[in-house]
Structures are given as structure tokens and as C-alpha cells.
């Protein structure tokens, strides 16, 4: 049996999530459960919950992104949560940031095969795209890392008073505990955790919001954002 044929039945939810996009969505299901197992992208004891555990567990956070904004994916890996989003939002701009290569190169195909005009794939890391990519009212992320070095990695690519939204599990509420301090020291001034996908997902899917003041990444960060800024329109000089 191959892993395409492990693939569980498309739960009914999804033509409601995914309305004109539900084949796309259910083509990407497929390109995970064969490229995405045969790349290493996802474990092959993934694909029989591909559904409720990744694709509409990711697509629900919707629910919480504004209209017609810039988002980044930070260590967008498969594409989780940014390609999910991507297809139940066109009116959203996102980046897919991913460090790999061979992550890059599956992302690149999978946009270019389901059509995706809005969403554009970057390969480097949070901290080298600062200042040479423009600065994102929403930060994205699932299960990239522990709260307080995500927030580092991705609250700097913020603009001012942006929110980073990540996908977390049960521990969501320690996580942010443990990490106010961290938080502070990075600008955020507000925490929540919300849960989305009532009626969709069960159990619903956990999200740690992180909003950010005037200065996104605190004063740490705020000398290398001027300096890659700084170098940026010095290149552009040049060209």
C-alpha cells in the first residue's frame, strides 16, 4: 500500500473551510502524502490524519487573521499553516519563509501547481531576511519551536503594533507563562490564547497571540533593523 492510498477520506468540514478551493486543498493532502512523505517533509504516520490534524487545523487560524494583510510563515516547512491559509484567504499576502532547500523547492512547486498568486516563497532564516524584506502586520508559525524563541525569531519581522499568531498544543499556557519576560523585553504588550475551529476541528486548535507595540523585537533589535534598513537602500543606491 502506498502512502497516496492511506490518505483518509476528505471529512465533509473541508467544503465548507475550503469552498472554491477544495480541490486545490485536496490536491495538497495528496502532494503531502506522497512528495511531502517521500521528501521527509512529514512522517508517514502523518497521512491518515493529514485532514483534521494539519490541513483544517491550520485553516481555521483564518479566524483570527485580519483582512488584507501581509503575513509570514516562519519555518513554513510543508507549508503549515501558510499554504492552508493561503487557500481560504486570497486577500492576504504571505510569505513563506523556510531555511531548506529541499522545503523551498516543495513549497515553490506546490504554489506554482494550485495557482497561489498572493503567496511567495523566501528561503533564509527570521534573522537574515530582517530589514530586506518589508515588515508584516502578522507573523505566523506551528510548532517551529518553544514560544520564547519563536517570539525572537519572529516578532523583530513585525511592524509596529503587528501580532504573531502561533499554532500551539496543551502547553500553551505554560509556554507563555514561562516566557513574559522574554516577551516583554521583545515589545509585546499583549497575550492571549484563543481557540478556533468550533464545529470544524476537535479538539479546537490552540493559538497564542502575541501583539506588539511601537518597537516590534524591543531595543535589541532595533539598531539591526535600522542597519540592515540602512543597507538595503545603500545596495539599492548601487544597483
Known amino acids: 500500500m502506498t502512502e497516496a492510498a492511506e490518505l483518509p477520506p476528505v471529512p465533509e468540514q473541508a467544503?465548507?473551510?475550503?469552498?472554491?478551493?477544495?480541490?486545490?486543498?485536496?490536491?495538497?493532502?495528496?502532494?503531502?502524502?506522497?512528495?511531502?512523505?517521500?521528501?521527509?517533509?512529514?512522517?508517514?504516520?502523518?497521512?491518515?490524519?493529514?485532514?483534521?490534524?494539519?490541513?483544517?487545523?491550520?485553516?481555521?487560524?483564518?479566524?483570527?487573521?485580519?483582512?488584507?494583510?501581509?503575513?509570514?510563515?516562519?519555518?513554513?516547512?510543508?507549508?503549515?499553516?501558510?499554504?492552508?491559509?493561503?487557500?481560504?484567504?486570497?486577500?492576504?499576502?504571505?510569505?513563506?519563509?523556510?531555511?531548506?532547500?529541499?522545503?523551498?523547492?516543495?513549497?515553490?512547486?506546490?504554489?506554482?501547481?494550485?495557482?497561489?498568486?498572493?503567496?511567495?516563497?523566501?528561503?533564509?532564516?527570521?534573522?537574515e531576511v530582517m530589514g530586506k524584506m518589508p515588515p508584516v502586520h502578522v507573523v505566523t508559525a506551528r510548532a517551529v519551536a518553544p514560544l520564547d524563541r519563536l517570539a525572537t525569531w519572529g516578532v523583530p519581522l513585525l511592524r509596529p503594533y503587528g501580532e504573531m499568531l502561533a499554532l500551539k498544543g496543551d502547553t500553551a499556557e505554560e509556554e507563555l507563562k514561562a516566557s513574559a519576560t522574554a516577551l516583554s523585553k521583545l515589545g509585546a504588550v499583549e497575550t492571549s490564547i484563543l481557540h478556533v475551529g468550533e464545529g470544524v476541528v476537535d479538539p479546537m486548535s490552540t493559538v497564542v497571540r502575541v501583539e506588539v507595540g511601537e518597537s516590534p523585537g524591543g531595543v535589541r533589535f532595533a539598531a539591526k533593523r535600522a542597519k540592515a534598513a540602512r543597507t538595503g537602500r545603500a545596495r539599492r543606491r548601487r544597483g
Open 15 to 127: 467544503r465548507e473551510v475550503f469552498g472554491d478551493r477544495y480541490a486545490d486543498a485536496v490536491r495538497y493532502a495528496e502532494l503531502l502524502a506522497e512528495a511531502g512523505v517521500k521528501r521527509g517533509l512529514i512522517g508517514p504516520r502523518e497521512v491518515p490524519r493529514l485532514w483534521e490534524r494539519h490541513l483544517l487545523n491550520c485553516a481555521v487560524l483564518s479566524e483570527v487573521v485580519p483582512e488584507g494583510v501581509m503575513v509570514c510563515d516562519v519555518g513554513s516547512g510543508a507549508g503549515l499553516p501558510g499554504i492552508p491559509l493561503a487557500l481560504v484567504r486570497e486577500d492576504l499576502k504571505i510569505t513563506l519563509l523556510e531555511p531548506l532547500l529541499r522545503r523551498t523547492n516543495f513549497l515553490t512547486e506546490v504554489v506554482e501547481l494550485l495557482g497561489l498568486d498572493h503567496v511567495t516563497v523566501v528561503r533564509g532564516r527570521a534573522e
